[in-house]
């Protein structure tokens, strides 16, 4: 006996979320499963497995990330220039997160043995060498993806809504209007975050607070400072994202005309023809 058999629950929560999706969604609730089916695939058909074949951990995921996010949000949002946006405000803000984590992790000298999993990895029956350290800034990357690309189309569609609306607005008005909609979004996504990493870690931090921990020790200890870089790369990644889709957006749609001012310069041409 290994342990309890708990498949068909986990089949039933699944279902519902399947259900819930497609009553809710609709097409957009089918496109949003399909994306999610392929990121999975790219997960466990390419990422794990060439962590186990020794490839580089940061090479690899930036590769799946950029797979799966011009894949994903051109299945969401179609081929459209709200997509183009969404994808290079996405990939601008993981790159921001990845290399801040970077950067920040070596100097402070992240080891990425913060967890036990961490320690067993060394112990694995595959001939290969996992880079753990890299395995940590990998998952950085991996966890900021999910809200930057949530918070770029957010906004890509926000522009583009208010574009089909007001077709007159120009380059600066509609910046404005995707900084306007990106303020509000960050207002909850932070806190989504922060919150997330804090109940993923939920455990830890009660052992230290029993025991009576010190702050200085316990932010200088290598897994709570591992969740530090972790949570507040991927907010700064997710907090840039919105001033880069904004400007990409802003000129994407500004750049385009109207329909009405096209039908009235034809006019004009023709008049002045005449």
Known sequence: IA???????????????????????????????????????????????????????LFLTAVIAIIATVVTLLIVGGRSLKSITAIVGTLSGVAVAGGLALVVGKAAYLTGFGSEEAAMLLYIPQAAKLDIQGLLFAGIIIGALGASMDVSMSIASAVEEVKRVCPELGIWKLFQSGMNVGRDVMGTMVNTLILAYTGSSLQLILIFMAYRETLLKIFNLDAIASEVVRALSGSIGMIMVIPLTSIVAAILYGRNKPQGSEVEDAAVKEVNGR
């Open 3 to 57: 342990d309890h058999l708990r498949q068909d629950e986990l089949y039933l929560l699944l279902l519902i979320f399947v259900v819930l999706v497609l009553a809710i969604g609709w097409r957009k609730g089918a496109k949003a499963l399909c994306a999610l089916l392929l990121t999975m695939v790219l997960i466990w058909g390419g990422l794990l497995p060439g962590f186990l074949h020794g490839y580089n951990p």
